[in-house]
């Protein structure tokens, strides 16, 4: 349904790469979870597929986003200037009434879209509840949802993860909810900052959240496994060398003066040690 191809996003101010050469196919029944460190641009790349333009401020951004004739709704964080100004009325003036909306009105015990309290006006719950409601309301292909369970109850966050098991519209989000990601992801990104953090990596796999971090830590552990054998394979011909070196250096100085030849080959054997010393520095 959507297609993202070679995306790579970059800050502005100091132009550090975020997001390299990114790929992703968004199909129908997906909900693809994007975890990671915080700074690692989950929450950028998240906008910059609903909308290059929320980037302009910050980030600049090369590839290519295919989203023609698909409409995406987006749940931001934080409300924007313009949705902390509008009355419930307004938000829901272009209502357009479906099945999941009224479902979920039901379930949240609202019976009105209409009133004169601004959005800004409600509890963080609350909140949620009439932005994910407008959200239904605009009968979307594909949600984008950026730490929806911020500021949620304990039965409002039930309620998220049973609609979104349930439905067929393909889910995007972020989250650092391993509970709610366990209960409601198919798919993963890994976002990561790898050689000292210098360098963004991204992993995608199609497979539970709980199998993801049990293939992961088996990697890791083997990961682990080969630096160790390459440590204990070093360190055993560095010994070696040195009993060569210094068997050498004993000759050297026990090499008669009348014999140049031997003096001149335990010269070249120290040199070689000197040289190699210096390359594993």
């Not at 309301?137 to 929806?148: A, G, I, K, R, Y």
Request: net charge neutral; charged share 30%; glycine share 4%.
């Amino acid at each position: 349904m959507i297609e993202i191809q070679n995306l790579t996003i970059k800050t502005t101010k100091d132009n550090r790469t975020l997001i390299d050469q990114f790929q992703l196919s968004i199909q129908k029944g997906d909900k693809i979870v994007i975890i990671g460190e915080e700074g690692n641009g989950k929450s950028t790349l998240l906008k910059c597929i609903y909308n290059e333009q929320l980037l302009t401020d910050y980030c600049t951004y090369e590839g290519k986003i295919h989203k023609d004739g698909y409409l995406l709704g987006y749940l931001s964080q934080e409300l924007s200037v313009q949705e902390k100004m509008l009355t419930i009325t307004e938000l829901f003036i272009e209502n357009s009434w479906n099945k999941e909306l009224l479902i979920a009105m039901d379930d949240f015990r609202i019976e009105s879209l209409v009133s004169n309290q601004t959005i800004s006006d409600f509890s963080g719950g609350e909140r949620f509840k009439y932005r994910f409601l407008k959200l239904l309301s605009m009968n979307p292909d594909v949600l984008l949802l950026d730490e929806p369970t911020n500021d949620l109850d304990i039965g409002t966050i039930d309620w998220l993860e049973t609609f979104m098991q349930q439905t067929t519209i393909p889910i995007l989000f972020v989250s650092h909810d391993e509970t709610f990601i366990k209960n409601t992801a198919n798919a993963i990104i890994h976002i990561e900052l790898t050689n000292r953090k210098q360098t963004p990596k991204y992993t995608f796999s199609r497979e539970p959240y709980e199998t993801y971090l049990a293939h992961r830590e088996n990697d890791l552990l083997k990961q682990e496994q080969v630096a160790r054998k390459q440590a204990a394979d070093y360190k055993k011909q560095m010994e070696k060398r040195h009993d060569v070196w210094n068997k050498a250096e004993h000759q050297h100085q026990h090499v008669a003066r009348s014999d140049p030849r031997l003096q001149k080959k335990s010269k070249i054997i120290k040199k070689s040690k000197e040289a190699y010393g210096q390359s594993y520095r």
